[in-house]
């Protein structure tokens, strides 16, 4: 979907984003009219310290131009991801960004559908809901039952809660790509 520059354009222009908030500046970037920029994606920023979770926040479905969403998502995964604490300038240096561009989502009906490794899983029903990224079940090295689980437990359900009909269960892939060190 995208090509080298138009992803490493997304990867700078989420490492200013979150550098002009920590500086207290205005964002200065020069932004493309590239029409892929434009279009209305689900995404998600993810920040990484030695490959340790720093952040992570996105958009499922996408409301904003993806320009926007990964302005706003950077942003949010370095000072709003209730799970840590803010992003500290010295720690920029140390910060790998990866970003992850989602496809639509797509209803489950069977489990024989989910691939490792190619999709990402949410699941919801009417109180709640919990996903994970493609990515995910490969860096923990789960099976498709592991990471139906984890999926469960993310969203505060038990394991099992996939098989319930009062929850749906998604897929979706997602385009991955993350900034060279």
């Known amino acids: 979907m995208l090509n080298s520059k138009q992803k490493d354009y997304l990867l700078r222009l989420a490492r200013e984003s979150i550098l002009s908030k920590l500086e207290n500046r205005d964002l200065k970037f020069e932004f493309s009219e590239e029409e892929i920029f434009n279009e209305k994606l689900g ?3 993810t920040l990484k310290i030695d490959q340790n979770l ?3 926040i996105g958009y499922v479905v996408g409301i ?3 320009h926007q969403t990964i302005i706003d998502m950077a ?3 370095a000072f709003s991801d209730p799970r840590f604490s803010k992003v500290r300038k010295e720690e920029m240096k140390l910060i790998q960004i990866e970003i992850s561009i989602l496809s639509p989502l797509i209803e489950v009906n069977s489990i024989e559908e989910i691939k490792i490794g190619r999709d990402g899983l949410m699941i919801q029903n009417q109180f709640t809901s919990g996903l994970l990224l493609p990515q995910v079940a490969i860096e923990w090295n789960w099976d498709r039952d592991k990471f139906l689980e984890h999926t469960c437990l ?3 359900l038990e394991r099992d809660a996939w098989k319930s009909k ?3 269960l998604f897929r979706f892939s997602a385009e991955i790509f993350f900034e060279r060190k």
């Open 43 to 45: 995404a998600f920023v």
């Open 54 to 56: 720093r952040g992570c």
């Open 64 to 66: 904003e131009p993806l």
């Open 75 to 77: 942003r949010a995964a």
């Open 154 to 156: 993310k969203a505060g």
């Open 166 to 168: 009062e929850n749906k």
